[in-house]
């Protein structure tokens, strides 16, 4: 199996910035693409950036871009979040995913097989 660590999150106020960890642990052979989705109170989980196994290809979703950025570093297993001029709207329980190898990347929560158990971010106006 695979467990998914989230660690970062916290309370900020807006236009501060926060960098968010993921670190993978178990048979992390298994996996490939990594994403952050967020989940904002009374709201849907939503895609937010995701990662390919060499790091090539990005995706990011259009509410955060030019704002976050996604890395990992393979040697650590871990994958990270920048998160630049926040904002309260990113106030959100932002979760890890990873999925198995595959041709694409996804930014549906369905496709994800591996789920961390999220870390709260709150940012006050």
């Known amino acids: 199996q695979v467990q998914l660590i989230e660690s970062g999150g916290g309370l900020v106020q807006a236009g501060d910035s926060l960098r968010l960890s993921c670190a993978a642990s178990?048979?992390?052979?298994?996996?490939?693409?990594m994403a952050w989705f967020r989940q904002g109170p009374g709201k849907e989980r939503e895609f937010v950036a995701a990662?390919?196994?060499?790091?090539?290809?990005?995706a990011t979703a259009d509410s955060v871009k030019g704002r976050f950025a996604i890395s990992r570093d393979n040697a650590k297993n871990t994958v990270y979040l920048q998160m630049n001029s926040l904002k309260p709207e990113d106030t959100a329980v932002y979760y890890c995913?990873?999925?198995?190898?595959?041709?694409?990347?996804?930014?549906?929560?369905?496709?994800?097989?591996?789920w961390g158990q999220g870390t709260q971010v709150t940012v006050s106006s």
């Open positions: 990662i390919s196994w060499t790091g090539s290809k990005t």
């Open positions: 178990g048979r992390t052979l298994r996996i490939s693409t």
């Open positions: 995913a990873a999925d198995r190898p595959a041709p694409v990347i996804y930014t549906t929560a369905n496709e994800y097989d591996f």
